[in-house]
């Protein structure tokens, strides 16, 4: 059987137990494999490991896209509209504050799509986005 290749990510985490409120139920993320100082999370078929590290996250700063200010590193997922939109409620009834509120960039451009960001309890950044149409993901 052939598979696509799936990313593996390790990130770090300050509180386990904070990690899996956020990615497992905020998210919505599959828990797979655990320890008492890491979890495999079911990111869309990539896995994602969330890594106990003493102390705070630290960016390494912001790039200019669109007008905003876009934090780097980050990571996230291409979603469909649908799900996209579903994503950015939850978010919003868990109280998570966004670092780019849910909008459109590059309306009527190639690339056109929703994005949001925001961040994990441990500061990690996140960018989960949708685009119009998936052709453009890599549209110049």
């Not at 390790?10 to 139920?25: E, H, K, M, N, S």
């Not at 009527?108 to 052709?135: H, I, V």
């Given at each position: 059987?052939?598979?696509?290749?799936?990313?593996?990510?390790?990130?770090?985490?300050?509180?386990?137990?904070?990690?899996?409120?956020?990615?497992?139920?905020?998210?919505?993320?599959?828990?797979?494999?655990?320890?008492?100082?890491?979890?495999?999370?079911?990111?869309?078929?990539?896995?994602?490991?969330?890594?106990?590290?003493?102390?705070?996250?630290?960016?390494?700063?912001?790039?200019?896209?669109?007008?905003?200010?876009?934090?780097?590193?980050?990571?996230?997922?291409?979603?469909?509209?649908?799900?996209?939109?579903d994503l950015a409620e939850r978010l919003r009834a868990a109280g998570t504050e966004f670092l780019i509120e849910p909008y459109?960039?590059?309306?009527?451009?190639?690339?056109?799509?929703?994005?949001?960001?925001?961040?994990?309890?441990?500061?990690?950044?996140?960018?989960?986005?949708?685009?119009?149409?998936?052709?453009?993901?890599?549209?110049?």
């Open positions: 059987m052939t598979t696509r290749p799936a990313v593996h990510l390790a990130i770090p985490v300050d509180d386990l137990a904070a990690a899996r409120a956020f990615y497992g139920t905020v998210l919505g993320l599959p828990e797979g494999r655990s320890s008492d100082h890491w979890i495999d999370w079911n990111l869309h078929g990539h896995q994602l490991v969330t890594h106990v590290v003493p102390g705070p996250v630290r960016p390494a700063g912001d790039s200019e896209v669109d007008g905003h200010d876009v934090p780097i590193p980050h990571f996230g997922l291409l979603l469909g509209a649908d799900e996209f939109h459109l960039r590059f309306p009527g451009r190639p690339g056109e799509q929703w994005t949001m960001f925001f961040r994990d309890p441990a500061g990690n950044a996140l960018e989960f986005k949708s685009f119009q149409d998936e052709s453009q993901v890599f549209a110049r």
